[in-house]
């Protein structure tokens, strides 16, 4: 099984910054191919899940049109992790945060969604 942690989600005022951290890990080593995607998407009530931003092991990303410029995805040091630096956020930014991973055509797996809140 792999199972992805999510972290740094919650409430922030309009204008704001935060940052997303995603790590992918396996309890079968090898289990997670070095060739893969990761990913943030998010959320809201009534709407499907949307793609925010992705990035391939190999460096290439890709961006939702409503996220260039104020988000920046990359990958960390350590292996299978993520980032989402979000900045100038709106009060439609606010949902639910999902991190993914997807690997070998047919491996995909998902976090438990962290909250992003933006409010004054």
């Known amino acids: 099984q792999v199972q992805l942690a999510e972290s740094g989600g919650g409430l922030v005022q309009p204008g704001g910054s935060l940052n997303l951290s995603c790590a992918a890990t396996s309890d079968r080593i090898g289990r997670i191919s070095s060739v893969n995607t990761m990913g943030w998407y998010r959320q809201t009530p009534g709407k499907e899940r949307e793609l925010v931003a992705s990035i391939f092991s190999r460096g290439g990303t890709n961006y939702a049109d409503f996220v260039k410029g104020r988000f920046t995805i990359s990958r960390g040091n350590a292996k299978n992790t993520v980032y989402l630096q979000m900045t100038n956020l709106k009060s439609e930014d606010t949902a639910v945060y999902y991190c993914?991973?997807?690997?070998?055509?047919?491996?995909?797996?998902w976090g438990q969604g962290t909250q992003v809140t933006v409010s004054s």
């Open positions: 993914n991973i997807k690997f070998s055509k047919v491996f995909d797996y």
